[in-house]
T-cell receptor
Framework: DTAVSQTPKYLVTQMGNDKSIKCEQN?????MYWYKQDSKKFLKIMFS???????INETVPNRFSPKSPDKAHLNLHINSLELGDSAVYFC??????????????FGEGSWLTVV | RKEVEQDPGPFNVPEGATVAFNCTYS??????FFWYRQDCRKEPKLLMS???SGNEDGRFTAQLNRASQYISLLIRDSKLSDSATYLC???FGSGTYKYIFGTGTRLKVLA
């Protein structure tokens, strides 16, 4: 009964490959996020969707493309992987707008290593 | 100035000590504030929200100072299990979905 689940948990792949990370939340939340945590442990927002609509798109290379088929799912596809993409990618969700001070719930993270 | 700034530490304290962390934020229109805890190789988890009047949850006390644009976390009677990284989280601007995380303050409680 995991609230926010993401797969795979570990992914090792070669430069130039294309990979996807899937995320699902069963909390009934309207908003989902992708965060990247690099080797310096800095957690930075990449994308946010609200009811399948993209609402935040930070300065992220075009090689990263999120897709939200429904409000419970937010997948991340990465094309032409580079060494610098190695990081932990966290999926997260929250009920609705930040105005309500809603808590963000995180998945367990996907450890991506590009070799 | 960074949007959210924290002292990375580590703070090494003995069991039973009281320790305090501060976090400064740059956007005066920010509305929501939180402290998250992240254990090694785990996801961040909410420790507590921070309310304007300050709030307490057991050994943990959070304060907000809007005038100086900082929030604080006080941990009393530190336990070994409190060892973790504490992340300050601020919503960036008013009415946005953008939660900005600080780089975290690492705490080590020593036996």
């Amino acid at each position: 009964d995991t609230a926010v689940s993401q797969t795979p948990k570990y992914l090792v792949t070669q430069m130039g490959n294309d990979k996807s990370i899937k995320c699902e939340q069963n909390l009934g939340h309207d908003t989902m996020y992708w965060y990247k945590q690099d080797s310096k442990k800095f957690l930075k927002i990449m994308f946010s969707y609200n009811n399948k609509e993209l609402i935040i798109n930070e300065t992220v290379p075009n090689r990263f493309s999120p897709k939200s088929p429904d409000k419970a799912h937010l997948n991340l596809h990465i094309n032409s992987l580079e060494l610098g993409d190695s990081a932990v990618y966290f999926c997260a969700s929250s009920q609705d707008r930040v105005l309500s001070g809603n808590t963000i719930y995180f998945g367990e993270g996907s450890w991506l290593t590009v070799v | 100035r960074k949007e959210v700034e924290q002292d990375p530490g580590p703070f090494n304290v003995p069991e039973g000590a009281t320790v305090a962390f501060n976090c400064t934020y740059s956007n005066s229109a920010s509305q929501s504030f939180f402290w998250y805890r992240q254990d090694c190789r785990k996801e961040p988890k909410l420790l507590m929200s921070v309310y304007s009047s300050g709030n307490e949850d057991g050994r943990f006390t959070a304060q907000l100072n809007r005038a100086s644009q900082y929030i604080s976390l006080l941990i009393r009677d530190s336990k070994l299990s409190d060892s973790a990284t504490y992340l300050c989280v601020v919503n960036f601007g008013s009415g946005t979905y953008k939660y900005i995380f600080g780089t975290g303050t690492r705490l080590k409680v020593l036996a």
